[in-house]
């Protein structure tokens, strides 16, 4: 993580706060996630270099850039277009080539690109996805924050030859995810 410029991907007057163990606000009532979330989410995917890997909730692109310098591929969804655009122009200016950002559309995921060995995903929906969970390979892993829109348990997903298993990774808070199979937009 320290090869990314987290002062690159927070507004500019927050820049002297880029490397503060906290969330940031972003544009769009959004959030750059606190690094060591970042850390410990990423951690908890057992990334391979070999691994192609889809993370739903771009915002400002920083994730998906560390995400980039630890597997093959990297497709990130962003259902906001403004963070859309701004995160495809930052990593291409920051040159992580291997990310690609994509605008999110009525379904949560990224189908077209599937299966994915590892799904990541910064945003909280009230059960796992079953868009998502069709999206993971075999073998795959998937670490997403499910609960209430107050707080939420973070779960690593693993696809077995016998279906999927869950565990509870710990206690998180983040934004709602948006969309067919999670939350309403209100």
């Known amino acids: 993580m320290s090869r990314?410029?987290?002062?690159?991907?927070?507004?500019?007057?927050?820049?002297?706060?880029?490397?503060?163990?906290?969330?940031?606000?972003?544009?769009?009532?959004q959030t750059i996630s606190q690094p060591s979330l970042v850390a410990s989410m990423v951690?908890?995917?057992?990334?391979?270099?070999?691994?192609?890997?889809?993370?739903?909730?771009?915002?400002?692109g920083y994730q998906a850039a560390v995400l980039s310098l630890l597997a093959s591929q990297v497709v990130s969804v962003e259902r906001i277009p403004e963070l859309t655009k701004t995160a495809?122009?930052?990593?291409?200016?920051?040159?992580?080539?291997?990310?690609?950002?994509?605008?999110?559309?009525?379904?949560?995921?990224w189908r077209s690109a599937a299966p994915y060995d590892r799904i990541i995903v910064a945003a909280a929906a009230p059960k796992v996805p079953a868009a998502l969970s069709?999206?993971?390979?075999?073998?795959?892993?998937?670490v997403i924050p499910v609960g209430r829109r107050t707080n939420q348990d973070l779960?690593?997903?693993?696809?077995?030859?016998d279906g999927l298993s869950v565990k509870k990774a710990g206690k998180c808070m983040?934004?709602?995810?948006?969309?067919?199979?999670?939350?309403a937009l209100t």
């Not at 057992?46 to 400002?60: F, N, Q, T, Y």
């Not at 122009?89 to 994509?102: F, N, T």
């Not at 069709?134 to 998937?142: F, W």
């Open 43 to 60: 951690d908890l995917l057992e990334l391979d270099p070999s691994h192609r890997v889809l993370e739903v909730g771009a915002g400002s």
């Open 134 to 142: 069709n999206q993971l390979g075999p073998g795959g892993r998937m």
């Open 88 to 109: 495809k122009a930052r990593l291409h200016l920051l040159g992580y080539a291997r990310c690609r950002i994509e605008q999110a559309g009525d379904e949560i995921g």
């Open 4 to 29: 990314v410029p987290r002062e690159m991907f927070v507004p500019h007057s927050l820049r002297s706060e880029a490397y503060e163990d906290v969330a940031l606000p972003i544009a769009e009532g």
């Open 155 to 161: 779960l690593v997903v693993s696809r077995k030859s």
């Open 174 to 183: 983040f934004v709602p995810l948006i969309g067919r199979d999670a939350w």
